[in-house]
């Protein structure tokens, strides 16, 4: 689904953050939208986290860097990173090129599917307004 210009796939859950959530089982891939990158920028370091570690929903536990901003990432769905994407510690402009795709950050186990609920879907209407607004916030930066 198309909002102000940005692409948002309808079958992943999303968060206030920019991040993204792709649900296979009690596993939930986690990456950054597109419209998150397009605001940070070319991304220049991505600091993965281990894997085996327990992370909480809406507690950050990784990070990742443009020119000019540090950016905190905090996990969609509490549970059990069980994957890292090692490639980016060497392109992170992975998350930049391919955000959906290749430039995923974490796969976690999850260990609450009812948190999912907390998360929004491209189509509510509560989603479709935050990212206007967003938009309206960044358009200098969106161009």
Do not use: C
């Given at each position: 689904?198309?909002?102000?210009?940005?692409?948002?796939?309808?079958?992943?859950?999303?968060?206030?953050?920019?991040?993204?959530?792709?649900?296979?089982?009690?596993?939930?891939?986690?990456?950054?939208?597109?419209?998150?990158?397009?605001?940070?920028?070319?991304?220049?370091?991505?600091?993965?986290?281990?894997?085996?570690?327990?992370?909480?929903?809406?507690?950050?536990?990784?990070?990742?860097?443009?020119?000019?901003?540090?950016?905190?990432?905090?996990?969609?769905?509490?549970?059990?990173?069980?994957?890292?994407?090692?490639?980016?510690?060497?392109?992170?402009?992975?998350?930049?090129?391919?955000?959906?795709?290749?430039?995923?950050?974490?796969?976690?186990?999850?260990?609450?599917?009812?948190?999912?609920d907390n998360l929004m879907r491209a189509n509510s209407p509560e989603f479709k307004a935050f990212i206007g607004e967003e938009a309206e916030k960044y358009k200098e930066?969106?161009?």
């Open positions: 689904m198309q909002i102000s210009g940005f692409e948002f796939p309808d079958d992943l859950y999303y968060d206030k953050l920019h991040g993204w959530a792709r649900v296979e089982g009690n596993v939930v891939t986690q990456g950054l939208t597109e419209f998150g990158q397009a605001i940070a920028q070319e991304i220049v370091f991505v600091e993965t986290p281990r894997t085996g570690r327990e992370v909480e929903q809406g507690q950050t536990f990784m990070s990742m860097e443009s020119g000019k901003w540090v950016g905190r990432i905090a996990a969609l769905v509490s549970g059990k990173i069980a994957e890292a994407n090692e490639e980016l510690e060497w392109e992170p402009t992975l998350v930049n090129e391919s955000p959906y795709e290749d430039g995923w950050l974490v796969k976690i186990e999850m260990s609450d599917p009812a948190e999912l930066i969106l161009g």
